[in-house]
């Protein structure tokens, strides 16, 4: 049987939130799901982005291209993010337009991380809470309302992705 974790990380991926803020996000989480973790680490693409290169695509927040990643634009996503790991770069520079923005200025779907750290709510008890859940096609994901407390509480916007082990 397969394992769920839903992961949240910045979408600034060089964000780290101080402890006393990472604590009170803990404590929002654990208030809707029994299971959860913290995790710090070097600049890092989550492992999950890569199942879903068959159907992701990217919009290019300067001309709203939308590329179709797995199609035309894999090596470009590969390179990309090879540079963002190796800090090397912080910015993107988008097939579309030729425009350099930053990473995280770009929209994927489904959402793909890259970041120093990660929340994560193991297999959660969705309908447990249901006010803190809704239903997408790519699976239940954080309402607006929860998302917008975790983000208020980190003092940052985050994805939320789906990982599936």
């Excluded at 680490?41 to 999950?48: A, G, K, L, M, W």
């Amino acid at each position: 049987m397969s394992e769920h974790t839903l992961i949240l990380v910045p979408k600034n991926p060089w964000f780290v939130p101080e402890g006393e803020l990472r604590e009170q996000a803990l404590d929002f989480l654990k208030s809707i799901s029994p299971t959860y973790e913290w995790e710090l680490n070097s600049i890092r693409q989550t492992p999950e982005a890569q199942n879903w290169y068959d159907r992701m695509w990217a919009k290019c927040p300067i001309c709203g291209a939308t590329l179709d990643v797995n199609a035309k634009h894999d090596e470009w996503l590969e390179e990309s993010l090879k540079a963002l790991g190796s800090g090397s770069s912080k910015t993107l520079t988008m097939p579309c337009c030729s425009n350099r923005v930053p990473y995280e200025d770009v929209k994927f779907e489904p959402e793909i991380g890259y970041s120093k750290c990660s929340l994560g709510l193991h297999e959660p008890d969705y309908w447990e809470v249901e006010e803190a859940w809704e239903e997408t096609e790519y699976g239940p994901r954080l309402s607006e309302d929860a998302l917008k407390k975790v983000e208020e509480i980190l003092g940052c916007s985050v994805h939320q992705i789906w990982r599936r082990q």
